[in-house]
């Protein structure tokens, strides 16, 4: 299970040089113990520059290499220079005074994904928000937040929206509850705004949507929204995402992810075929 409070939110790089540094000590015959000496460091603290909870300091970094046995100069650079680019802050950093430190996580991996897959039984995806629709749902989810933190809470939404048009963007493909759908958020007029852009979601090349109708009856996943993340790196496994009102966890361990894989896959066969997402959604446009 990822720990999202420890060290501040890592990078998907910064947890791929943990896990390379993991193996090269468990190649080179080290313990914990015995790589903190080379360091003067405890235990601990190797433990966590290999699970990603602090930054990977480049000194330490560079020592570690040389006591497994690393001796090539271009590949110690190469080391040390990933190490520089982990260690850089995302662009989120810059709107760290409304993100919570256990949804930062959460940015950090919807950033370097390569598949995003979900399950929102409430709301249109984060992703595919319109502008006042995301207000709307901020304003709902925090009652008591001055005007100015919404705003820059909308800002960060939409700033989030752009990696589904960067070069080589992830997939993004997300099972809606009809329940989205229905239920008003804002007014008439915010609504058919909202499904007007889920349609023109559906022509985008990397998007695929689904709804589940209250026709489908009870599916495998009733208990709450989820995502799955996974990455381009083979050093990562999928990791697994699930909120509540006051925070998060992350599940990274096989079964637990495999979990949340075969609910998402029980829940696309049961929920409409995509091709027939963008009828599903204009009929419901229509009704409004």
Not at 89 to 100: A, E, Q
Request: hydrophobic letters at 40%; glycine letters at 6%; charged letters at 25%.
């Amino acid at each position: 299970m990822v720990d999202s409070r420890a060290g501040g939110a890592p990078t998907v790089l910064r947890v791929v040089l943990g896990k390379r540094l993991r193996e090269l000590r468990v190649r080179a015959g080290f313990t914990y113990e015995k790589a903190g000496a080379a360091l003067d460091v405890t235990h601990a603290t190797i433990r966590r520059m290999e699970r990603a909870e602090v930054g990977l300091k480049v000194p330490y970094v560079e020592k570690l290499l040389r006591t497994y046995g690393v001796t090539e100069q271009p590949e110690i650079d190469s080391f040390l220079a990933l190490t520089r680019e982990a260690n850089r802050p995302g662009w989120w950093h810059r709107y760290r005074d409304v993100l919570p430190e256990w949804f930062s996580a959460f940015v950090a991996l919807e950033s370097e994904s390569q598949v995003i897959r979900a399950y929102e039984p409430h709301y249109a995806p984060g992703l595919l928000q319109t502008e006042d629709y995301a207000r709307a749902v901020l304003r709902a989810g925090m009652p008591h937040a001055a005007e100015e933190e919404v705003e820059r809470g909308v800002g960060l939404r939409l700033e989030r929206q752009r990696l589904l048009t960067r070069a080589e963007p992830p997939l993004l493909w997300v099972v809606m509850d009809e329940t989205v759908l229905r239920r008003s958020i804002g007014d008439r007029e915010i609504m058919q705004a909202q499904i007007s852009r889920l349609i023109e979601a559906c022509s985008m090349p990397n998007v695929r949507l689904q709804v589940m109708p209250f026709s489908a009856g009870p599916h495998s996943a009733m208990y709450g929204p989820f995502h799955i993340f996974r990455f381009p790196l083979p050093e990562l496994p999928d990791v697994a995402y699930s909120e509540s009102l006051v925070g998060a966890v992350y599940f990274d361990q096989r079964d637990d992810v495999s979990a949340f894989q075969e609910a998402l896959d029980r829940m696309c066969a049961q929920a409409a075929p995509v091709r027939r997402t963008e009828a599903v959604l204009d009929g419901l446009r229509k009704e409004l």
